[in-house]
């Protein structure tokens, strides 16, 4: 079997995310929207968690949003991991320097895997997927958020069109994001069961597109693609790549809006108590009968 393409350079993610470590609490806005985001759909689901994971905990979002909720009761241990050490420095509890990528858990061992805006610097994301898959127990649950295909869409689209303006090419300069319409199938290829997808779009603005890229510095969200631009991005197309965003983008208020768009995933590790689809022509209730019409058969075609 042929390796997955090497899109990120994990090795320049991680110095990334331990730059931004001392600094991230003051950026974690959109970790902390999707830890919210992750614990609400774990309070309606009542069943006993014993053993937990967050895979990609950062500054530890999600523990400090279960700890505000009921579901905090029916989740055990909960191990918090990161690529980064420096992210999981300077708090209590279990947590291990794992990466994502190469999962250091035996097969069947946990009962929850969280994940919150982590998987997306991945090369093989149906890789890691599997992964936690194996990781999970019958039955277990995942539970997990990234970034999809419209994240960004202003700010790649002004760089873009800057570098073709000035320089007479352009090469990718924001590293990429699965698609949203693929959310559902990236659980099913994986093996698990039962699997939703959702989108949140969020919106964010800002008074400039510099207050963008400081943002996207104090997150460890810049771009780590393993095939970078053979050219640095200049100051002339960077200011030109500005002058585009406020030109086309602006609001009547002069600020700039930036997307992010947040895919949400839950699968569930394949289990004989699980609900199962009906077999073809096992129904007991005509659709007709369910409806309240009257069943008119279809007129037979001509050979």
Known sequence: ????????????????????APTYAGADFLKARAA????????????????AVDLGARNGAF??????SDAASRVGLLIETDLSGAMLSGR?????????????????????????LALHWTNDVIGALIQIRRALKPDGLFLGSLFGG????????????AELEITGGAGPRV??????????????RA???LPVADVDRVTVRYAHPLKLLADLRAMGETSVLAERHPKPLTRQVLGRAFELYVQNFAEPDGRIPATFEILTLTGWTPDESQQ???RPGSARMRLADALGTTEHPLPRSED
């Open 276 to 278: 199962k689809p009906l």
């Open 175 to 188: 590293s990429p994001f699965a698609d949203a319409s693929d959310a559902a199938s990236l659980l099913q």
């Open 150 to 161: 419209a994240t960004l869409n202003e700010l790649r689209q002004c760089l873009f069109d």
């Open 63 to 68: 523990a400090a949003a279960l700890k505000l």
């Open 36 to 51: 919210e985001d992750a614990v609400v759909r774990l309070e309606a689901i009542l069943r006993e968690f014993p053993v």
């Open 1 to 20: 079997m042929s390796a997955p393409p090497l899109i990120f350079d994990r090795k320049l993610l991680r110095a990334r995310l331990d730059r931004a």
């Open 92 to 116: 209590a509890g279990p947590r291990l320097v794992a990466d994502e990528e190469q999962l250091p858990f035996g097969f069947g061992k946990l009962d929850l895997v969280v994940s919150t």
């Open 191 to 193: 093996g698990f069961a």
